[in-house]
């Protein structure tokens, strides 16, 4: 049982930023994907080892996940959250997931906050992956936003950093009664 905050709740409530620069303060989403089993779990981008990934999650102790696409014309944005039996499972999974998705990475940085990296793509996809607790979260924005490559890759930094207040300052859900 959590007892903090819990961030795949207001992800199903839609509570996150807006998601376009100068767009509206919320923007609903266009679809959610519950994934209850590592099995059913969906990567928003090729992942060059997907049973080799699913492996390190199984292990990590993969409890959940939740998928958000929001799009607006050919604008994509995707948020996961892989919720692990703990800090440090959803730690190794990070690293497990990091590995593979790094092996094809342009270039990148590591987060302002050291929680993980912030990377461009072949494809101009911005992806910033890191740890939330128990949860690792991902942010996946086209190649659409944004001409600059330096300017999509700090955009997408700075969006996910008011994903991370959102998220944290969540109230969880109270138990039934």
């Known amino acids: 049982m959590s007892h903090g905050p819990d961030p ?19 923007t609903p989403l266009d679809q959610l994907t519950e994934m209850p089993a590592v099995g059913d779990y969906r990567d928003p981008s090729t992942i060059a080892d997907p049973d080799r990934l699913l492996e390190a999650f199984a292990a990590a102790g993969y409890q959940e996940g939740i998928d958000v696409r929001y799009e607006e014309g ?34 990148g940085h590591v987060r302002t906050d050291r929680t993980g990296l912030v990377l461009l793509r072949e494809s101009d ?45 969540q109230a969880p859900t109270p138990a039934p009664v």
């Open 8 to 26: 795949l709740g207001a992800v199903r409530r839609g509570a996150m930023p807006a998601f376009i620069p100068d767009g509206p303060d919320q």
């Open 74 to 107: 050919n604008y994509l944005t995707v948020i996961t959250l892989v919720r692990f039996r703990d800090a440090a499972g959803a730690a190794a999974a990070l690293s497990a997931h990091l590995a593979d998705y790094c092996s094809r990475a342009e270039r």
């Open 125 to 169: 996809t911005v992806r910033t992956l890191f740890v939330l607790d128990d949860v690792e979260v991902s942010v996946s924005v086209c190649g659409c936003y944004e001409d600059d490559d330096d300017e999509r890759l700090s955009w997408t930094e700075r969006w996910s950093d008011d994903i991370i207040a959102v998220l944290r300052d």
